[in-house]
């Protein structure tokens, strides 16, 4: 099976606040494209809470009738979530 990736980084900041602009334009973007592949994955390293994403994908018109949110997958540093679990968030 051959198959090619492409790879986009928004390097503007963090995907919670100043990108999600940038987010919007870009899935915008790759809507003429959206026949050329299955998925997208949104990395979103050192972001702990999905609903930012969660709320720009549900709040734009565009993006809704475009593309869905399958599913949200969550990874949690084991060594050291001990330390995090009883933490009150502000």
């Known amino acids: 099976m051959k198959s090619?990736?492409?790879i986009i980084t928004m390097d503007n900041g963090c995907v919670c606040c100043t990108v999600r602009g940038?987010?919007?334009r870009t899935f915008?973007?790759?809507i003429a494209r959206r026949r050329?592949?299955?998925c997208i994955i949104i990395e979103t390293t050192g972001l702990a809470d999905p609903a930012p994403i969660l709320y720009t994908f549900n709040s734009n018109s565009l993006l809704q009738d475009n593309y869905h949110i399958d599913?949200?997958?969550c990874?949690?540093?084991s060594k050291h979530v001990h330390h995090h679990l009883d933490e009150i968030k502000p």
């Open 36 to 38: 050329e592949f299955d």
């Open 28 to 30: 915008g973007e790759l």
């Open 71 to 73: 599913s949200i997958v």
């Open 75 to 77: 990874l949690v540093d």
């Open 22 to 24: 940038d987010l919007v």
């Open 4 to 6: 090619t990736e492409d």
